[in-house]
């Protein structure tokens, strides 16, 4: 242990001289001089010119060139490292500690620094500039000389007195020259200066000592210099970071959180991470300019009067839209000019908009008691695309001066308000009367104007019509053989009555009716037979037509009375008779049905009662047994048992559930027969709390699958009737519903696949169509698809709710039909046959070859109805083989006795899949052209004025503003679009992907041809 001792200086440069005795002559050659041409090597950490490289990111700690004064270090011995107090050549003090006892054995001659603040520094460095003498050059200096030295260092938090122990101190490196001096540089007073940096960390405490070591090495230390890095205040978007000291590892990475300045905020304050070497890198995040600011050179500056930023998300400020301004600077949002507005939902680069003008050119088209009213829209929208429109009814009295609004029972198709179209069908007028109608235009701020109307008014007188039903029959006596009847006269009669006429038969017997006619609001209904009950239905006539029948009213005869006869002897011979004739009646009927599939004569089946499902007197196929209709039977139980089997419920176990049906829960789970193997099941629950007529409607779809037996058809395994809940249990599909199945699994199959699928259907639909079943919903979410790809046809229920959505059922007399998958006939006078089905499956094709997208896209019905009226058609699905699409457009065909059979069907498709070359050919262009759903156009001029025109007609509207945001603002640039281009400016949806895609590919067909221009 030793004590050291402080050197005193300074001391005369160049004080030794070369001597005699061989320690004076290593004395002589000390490294230092004033004289000295300093020539540096000066290399530190990775061999970097630190004095340049930290000039900006180092904080000094210690700098010997600094000191005016002694340095005042302290070394042990004292006759060891001495202070020389030197000037350069600019006459700047320099201090310089040296030794150079190289002629001494065991040497260890330690210099230590005074105490060193760390200022919160982890991690410093120390830079040492040196020179060293090279030992060959020293004559008998070998066996002790060095060329190292050692630098340490001791930490404390608090400056004291030391008693220097050399196991105190850490050890940081053993510090060698690069370029060592000779003797003769001594001659040339040319000195090699050497530069080394060390770091050391982590420190823990306030400050330390440095502490230089030497055990034999002539050299002299020129300067000292003790720093740590840091991370200098920079501002980066928009946020202030501040001074930042970097850590005490040389990889890690301090993340540190920015300050919004200048008018600027961020929803997380932007950060960013000082690295070791004092450098920031890896920023995340930015502040945004406050709304009314926008960012310039760094700063946030106040919008100019005439443009206005909204949010702090702008980017910039924007120029006020049409009709609004500003006149301050910083605004938020722009002003409307009077007489201009903006609604509450309206975005503040929304153009200040007005009402729109009054409609134009309306006409009326008068059917009977219906109206249709069609017109122009405004000449003047006010700027603004959402446009409704309304109408009001009024009937006009004798006084042509007043008026009086329609009543409740008027009808509106699709509605009275909040309508998109240009047209409205007014229906249940009265015949003979004189009407008003106003339709009026409003858009998004028509609200915020003062009441002034802006409609336009037609002026309708409705024709003679049809009367409407008879409401109320009443019974009158009722003997063995006859029932009298009376009722009232229709509520509408739209006309004088001319006759009645009156249809009956005996219940259950409804093949076999008889129809008499009456001119009075009375009958007697003779030739019954006695306790049986009859059903009645009554129709009125006009000059115009007959109306409807009403509903069916039962009524029953009395009892035939038991009485002795004076002809007894006779009645054998009378029941004979009778029995003879039944018998032959029986033959001539059953001759006169064979060539019919109606059960009644062709004298009493009138052409509008065309019936939809055939019970008794059928004629039979071979193999196929006839589909009898479960609403015939008084008592649905009776139905569903002699059709489903019943199932004990301890039989079943409800594990999951996998969806919600009309009526209940639909589930999933084994069913374990006595005898047969455990399966699983999809069964159907009855919720509690249901009424008569859901038990009914519930029960019959059980009694319609019940009776069909097809490996395209959905199994029924039985019913639950004689306990809570009641259930129906199916077979189970793994892959549910094929429409879902498909989005899930889009491009995913081959055509045959897709072609097997369509098979599996239609070979569905040919069974059911045998057997005089009309399906009236066939779509693919109504087929369920099995974990083998095999598709069957469900959903039976004819009273259910055909979807959440109310656009997809168009609402007529007698229930909703699914107007994007119903034959026009059906449509539009309830004509559902296996030919409307056919139609449908024409729609299923589609879905399943686009895989599953929306027929019609986002159209709505009433823009479906007519767009079929006019003979457009869907177009092909992408990558469509054309011979599946000429089938779709066969099956479209609007006379339904054009349209293919089933059985048709299904022979094409098997045709198909045992040649599959012929589904090489796809839909292409020219053969989709005719077939677009979008305004017709010439071809001799150009076929799209704008974008906007583009979009619009595909009623793809939506993109409008991105496509122009992304620069597609021509139909050029349109044309050049890929299937990525329209990904990146946000078409994410598939079906809108294609829809687009296949008309910029059409664009480019004509481009070519020379047949359109832009």
């Not at 004291?160 to 122990?165: D, G, P, S, Y």
């Not at 039977?633 to 002699?642: I, K, N, R, T």
């Not at 699928?757 to 109504?782: C, P, W």
Request: with cysteine; aromatic share 8%; charged share 25%.
């Amino acid at each position: 242990m030793w004590r050291p001792e402080r050197q005193r200086g300074p001391r005369p440069a160049a004080r030794l001289s070369p001597g005699s005795s061989s320690e004076d002559a290593a004395r002589s050659q000390h490294p230092a001089g004033t004289s000295t041409a300093w020539r540096a090597s000066e290399k530190g950490l990775n061999g970097r010119n630190y004095d340049e490289l930290n000039r900006n990111l180092a904080v000094n700690l210690l700098d010997s060139r600094s000191v005016v004064d002694d340095l005042g270090w302290i070394a042990y011995p004292k006759n060891g490292w001495e202070e020389i107090g030197e000037v350069d050549e600019n006459y700047s003090p320099i201090h310089t500690y040296q030794v150079c006892k190289v002629m001494e054995h065991n040497q260890n001659n330690w210099l230590q620094t005074n105490w060193i603040l760390t200022e919160g520094a982890q991690r410093v460095f120390v830079e040492l500039k040196f020179t060293l003498r090279d030992c060959n050059s020293l004559p008998g200096g070998l066996g002790t000389c060095k060329e190292t030295f050692n630098i340490f260092y001791f930490e404390s938090n608090e400056k004291q007195e030391r008693v220097i122990r050399e196991s105190d101190y850490v050890k940081i490196d053993t510090i060698a020259a690069d370029e060592s001096f000779t003797e003769l540089d001594l001659g040339d007073r040319v000195m090699k200066l050497n530069t080394e940096v060390r770091d050391l960390g982590p420190l823990t405490k306030k400050g330390f000592y440095l502490a230089f070591q030497d055990v034999g090495a002539c050299i002299a230390l020129v300067s000292v210099r003790v720093f740590y890095k840091k991370c200098p205040a920079v501002v980066k978007n928009l946020a202030l970071f501040p001074d930042t000291i970097t850590g005490s590892d040389s990889s890690q990475l301090l993340e540190v959180s920015g300050i919004c300045v200048n008018m600027s905020v961020a929803e997380d304050l932007p950060r960013m991470h000082c690295s070791a070497e004092g450098e920031w890198l890896v920023p995340i995040g930015k502040c945004m300019c406050q709304p009314g600011y926008e960012e310039q050179n760094g700063t946030c500056q106040a919008c100019r009067p005439g443009f206005f930023k909204a949010s702090a998300q702008s980017p910039s400020c924007n120029k006020c839209p049409p009709h609004s301004f500003t006149r301050a600077e910083g605004c938020t949002s722009c002003q409307c000019e009077p007489g201009y507005y903006r609604g509450g939902s309206d975005p503040d680069n929304m153009a200040c908009t007005k009402p729109p003008s009054a409609p134009r050119n309306a006409i009326s088209n008068v059917n009977e008691t219906s109206v249709l009213l069609e017109w122009a829209p405004p000449a003047e929208t006010g700027g603004r695309r959402d446009i409704s429109y309304s109408v009001v009814c009024r009937k006009v009295g004798s006084d042509p001066w007043r008026s009086e609004e329609c009543g409740g029972h008027v009808r509106y198709l699709p509605g009275r308000t909040g309508l998109r179209n240009c047209s409205v069908m007014v229906t249940d007028l009265l015949a003979h009367t004189n009407y008003t109608f106003e339709v009026e235009a409003v858009n998004g701020v028509s609200y915020l104007v003062a009441p002034v109307r802006r409609f336009v008014t037609l002026n309708v007188t409705t024709n003679q019509a049809a009367p409407s039903l008879v409401s109320v029959v009443k019974k009158g006596r009722a003997a063995k053989d006859s029932i009298a009847l009376s009722w009232k006269e229709p509520e509408r009669p739209n006309g004088i009555i001319l006759e009645y006429e009156i249809k009956y038969f005996e219940k259950d017997q409804e093949t076999s009716y008889t129809i008499i006619k009456s001119k009075e609001t009375e009958v007697i209904a003779d030739g019954l037979r006695p306790s049986s009950v009859y059903v009645f239905q009554i129709r009125a006539r006009t000059s115009a037509g007959y109306g409807g029948f009403s509903q069916r009213f039962e009524f029953e005869t009395s009892p035939y009375p038991v009485a002795a006869s004076r002809d007894q002897g006779q009645l054998p011979i009378v029941a004979v008779a009778v029995i003879v004739g039944v018998v032959l009646l029986a033959l001539v009927t059953g001759f006169l049905l064979s060539g019919r599939r109606c059960g009644y004569s062709i004298a009493k089946q009138d052409p509008d009662e065309e019936k939809m499902h055939f019970h008794s007197g059928l004629l039979q196929l071979p193999g196929v047994r006839t589909y009898i209709d479960p609403h015939t039977y008084e008592d649905p139980s009776q139905a569903v048992h002699e059709f489903a089997k019943e199932i004990d419920a301890s039989c079943i176990t409800i594990e999951r559930v996998i969806g919600a049906g009309e009526f209940g829960e639909v589930c999933s789970g084994p069913l374990r027969l006595p005898g047969k193997r455990e399966f699983t099941v999809a069964i159907k629950t009855l919720k509690a709390g249901y009424t008569e007529k859901q038990r009914r409607d519930f029960l019959a779809e059980a009694s319609i699958m019940g009776q069909f037996d097809h490996p395209n058809i959905i199994h029924l395994e039985g019913v639950v009737t004689k306990s809570k809940p009641v259930m129906i249990i199916t077979e189970y599909m793994e892959n549910g519903s094929l429409d879902t199945f498909l989005k899930k699994n889009d491009g995913q199959f081959t055509v045959i696949q897709l072609v097997g699928m369509l098979r599996g259907i239609a070979s569905g639909m040919r069974y059911l169509s045998d057997t005089g079943f009309v399906h009236r919903d066939l779509a693919a979410r109504n087929i369920l698809v099995n974990s083998n790809l095999v598709c069957k046809v469900s959903d039976f229920g004819l009273s259910r709710v055909l979807e959440d959505d109310p656009e997809a059922a168009y609402t007529t007399r007698g229930g909703k039909i699914p107007i994007r998958w119903t034959a026009p006939e059906a449509i539009t006078f309830r004509k559902f046959t296996s030919a409307s089905d056919v139609w449908s499956y024409g729609i299923v094709m589609w879905e399943v070859m686009s895989y599953g997208e929306r027929p019609y896209w986002e159209m709505s019905n009433q823009d479906v109805i007519k767009a079929v009226e006019e003979n457009y058609r869907l177009p092909g699905p992408m990558d469509c083989p054309a011979v599946l699409y000429q089938l779709m457009m066969d099956c479209w065909q609007k006379e339904r006795n054009s349209r293919p059979k089933f059985d048709e069907i299904v022979s094409l498709l098997d045709k198909l899949i045992r040649n599959p070359i012929s589904l090489k050919t796809l839909v292409n262009s020219s053969d989709r052209e005719s077939n677009l759903l979008v305004e017709p156009r010439s071809l001799d001029g150009p076929i799209f004025q704008s974008v906007e025109d583009w979009l619009e007609g595909m009623k793809m509207g939506r993109y409008v503003e991105t496509f122009v945001e992304s620069g597609y603002t021509t139909m050029e640039l349109v044309a050049q679009m890929t299937l990525d281009d329209l990904r990146r400016v946000g078409v994410s949806l598939a079906g809108h992907q294609k829809k687009i895609a296949s008309s910029i590919q059409e664009m480019r067909v004509q481009l070519m041809n020379g047949s359109v221009t832009f």
